[in-house]
């Protein structure tokens, strides 16, 4: 695409908006900019050579429903508003979309009561068409399930995340051609000359911008200390392998099959994800990962073990969750007790009928109590934003959470005698 750019080292650029980061937050974030002000220039800058390398590339695909989520939270809000809003962008822009439904299964009777919980906040949260399931009427949504019982949710789905970010590129410099995305765009320093002046010097140069925005998923925390914020927690990188069924097993899944999520934990559990490019996904999991952007079993990076196992919060965290973390991390380097939670679902699953796949690293912000951020944070400082917190489903809300940022966005302060204070944020925790 011509909008995304390559630049040449040693250049110097001056845009009203300026946001680090072309996953698809911050692609929606300059999306929705450019559409309030068609006039202002924006510049993604992105450290990758191509977008949603990461979390935006990496994720199940799934297009949530928002049943989970607290009633009347944060999350809740703007899952189901951001679920509306990509629909609608996707139909719109011809990106491929599948509202398959979702099935939550219940396998014991000790799952039940919490089966009843994300119910009640599923109608609560005003969920479309939910209803419970018998074991016939879920066999009669997937066959090959064992359930006591379950929760069909008709209008979760999937979709191509990556696609949507690529269509918000486009279109920001379609709305205005002096806009871009610039790839493989570092960002080293970053100066406040003051509250409506910013300076960020790159690989490829420096840049000058009037209100900046971070949207840096597992460098979050780096590029706000970068930027002098003070922050009370930091990224912890959370891996996830996926098997996947073989072609032959394909077939036993027709849309998404989750299990009852453990509440102790904020991720849901290993489940079968129908995927919008074809084939059927198995997974996550959830292991601590020894590289921020490690994709393998055996990923490391010095630093970033370095200055996770150096946090108090991480360890905090371990001893919290020491047995459900060492059941995770045996899972990844065994088949078989991957399997075993596979068939908790569906017993008939062969261990010749899954193969592996791939992976994806979390950006988990943690606490210093070790407890995991499980909301929406985003923090104003000196008149810059940050995402320091963005867990699913982010992606499914990009676009509900760009308007918050947008809003922020609007109300920097240009006087000094209203200066914003450094310690002022937007920070949505849940009950």
Not at 264 to 286: D, Q, R, S, W, Y
């Amino acid at each position: 695409m011509q909008e995304i750019q390559n630049l040449k080292s040693n250049i110097q650029n001056h845009y009203d908006f300026i946001i680090v980061g072309a996953g698809i937050v911050g692609l929606a974030t300059a999306y929705k900019l450019q559409l309030k002000f068609p006039k202002k220039t924006i510049a993604v800058l992105e450290k990758e050579n191509a977008i949603g390398k990461h979390q935006t590339g990496r994720n199940s695909g799934v297009l949530h429903s928002g049943i989970y989520y607290t009633p009347n939270s944060y999350k809740a809000k703007n899952c189901k508003n951001g679920r509306d809003q990509i629909v609608k962008f996707a139909k719109e822009n011809n990106i491929k979309i599948d509202i398959c439904g979702k099935v939550i299964v219940a396998t014991t009777k000790e799952e039940l009561p919490l089966l009843e919980i994300i119910y009640q906040k599923g109608l609560e949260n005003k969920t479309e068409g939910i209803c419970y399931l018998n074991n016939k009427e879920t066999k009669e949504k997937e066959p090959f399930i064992e359930a006591i019982k379950s929760i069909w949710v008709p209008t979760a789905g999937i979709i191509d995340y990556v696609a949507v970010a690529k269509k918000f590129a486009e279109l920001i410099t379609k709305i205005n051609p002096k806009s871009k995305v610039i790839l493989s765009c570092k960002v080293n320093k970053i100066t406040n000359d003051s509250d409506t002046s910013k300076t960020i010097i790159t690989n490829k140069g420096t840049f000058t911008t009037e209100k900046l925005i971070f949207c840096t998923g597992l460098h979050s925390d780096r590029n706000a200390k970068k930027n002098k914020v003070k922050i009370d927690m930091q990224i912890v990188g959370f891996r996830g392998d996926y098997y996947k069924l073989t072609k032959e097993a394909a077939h036993k899944i027709k849309s998404l099959v989750y299990p009852v999520p453990d509440p102790n934990f904020p991720f849901l559990g290993v489940h079968f994800t129908k995927m919008i490019i074809g084939g059927i996904e198995c997974g996550p999991n959830a292991v601590f990962s020894f590289k921020r952007e490690g994709y393998t079993t055996t990923s490391f990076s010095l630093k970033d073990t370095f200055e996770a196992l150096t946090y108090k919060g991480t360890w905090k965290l371990f001893a919290k969750h020491w047995r459900k973390g060492m059941e995770e991390y045996k899972r990844a380097f065994s088949k078989k007790l991957f399997l075993k939670a596979l068939q908790k679902m569906m017993p008939t699953l062969t261990i010749n009928d899954i193969e592996v796949a791939r992976s994806g690293v979390r950006a988990q912000a943690v606490d210093h109590s070790g407890g995991m951020v499980d909301d929406f944070l985003i923090e104003e400082s000196n008149g810059t934003i940050h995402v320091l917190n963005a867990p699913s489903p982010a992606a499914t809300s990009c676009m509900a959470i760009a308007d918050e940022i947008v809003a922020k966005a609007l109300s920097f302060k240009t006087n000094a005698d209203t200066k914003v204070q450094h310690d002022e944020c937007c920070y949505f925790k849940e009950d």
